[in-house]
């Protein structure tokens, strides 16, 4: 088949939407959640899970602040190549680090690709008591260490795109509140 003028392509905007917060703040059930709204809406859309990541992309990698560093920016360079082929990507990683976080977002700004950061703001104190992966309980038994937010820095975002405190919403609201920022975006 030829391309013809014709044959037009859908405009489509991709966009990163990253959700940075402590770990079992509830990042993941938002993303999934939104994924699930924007699919039933005809979007192209990708989940980048962190725990995947770590384990095909990023193999090898520890957790010391370089490796973390590394980490982030392997996510964010695969993120805005799918942003900017029309994909609504959904990334809840941790990215504890200001400095991980900017060098993402400047990736994006240098390709003209759309990104927006979501805050996942729950205290550490309503993460311990979810603590989905053990993780919390692990650290206090002295069986791991460097969990992020305990004794391991979490750098807060100064200026989010978008706050979300779970502890005082449902997962949809939560997950409303990003696609009305999208929407607000001109991303939808």
Not at 16 to 27: F, H, M
Not at 142 to 148: D, K, R, V
Not at 168 to 175: G, I, L, W, Y
Request: proline residues 5%; hydrophobic residues 35%.
């Amino acid at each position: 088949m030829t391309y013809t003028p014709e044959i037009q392509e859908k405009e489509v905007t991709g966009a990163t939407i990253w959700l940075t917060g402590l770990p079992s703040a509830g990042k993941t059930t938002i993303a999934y959640e939104l994924a699930g709204r924007l699919r039933a809406e005809g979007h192209r859309v990708e989940l980048l899970d962190g725990d995947e990541i770590r384990e095909f992309l990023s193999a090898g990698l520890g957790f010391t602040r370089e490796d973390r560093h590394t980490n982030v920016q392997r996510i964010g360079f695969v993120a805005e190549l799918l942003a900017s082929n029309g994909v609504k990507v959904l990334v809840p990683v941790i990215a504890p680090y200001a400095d991980s976080r900017e060098a993402v977002r400047k990736r994006h700004q240098r390709e003209g690709t759309p990104y927006v950061e979501v805050h996942v703001a729950t205290p550490v104190e309503v993460c311990s008591e979810r603590d989905v992966k053990g993780l919390y309980a692990k650290q206090a038994a002295g069986e791991i260490s460097g969990l992020t937010g305990v004794d391991d820095p979490y750098e807060e975002p100064e200026t989010p795109d978008l706050r979300i405190e779970s502890q005082n919403q449902t997962v949809q609201e939560s997950a409303a509140a990003v696609h009305t920022l999208l929407g607000e975006r001109g991303l939808l």
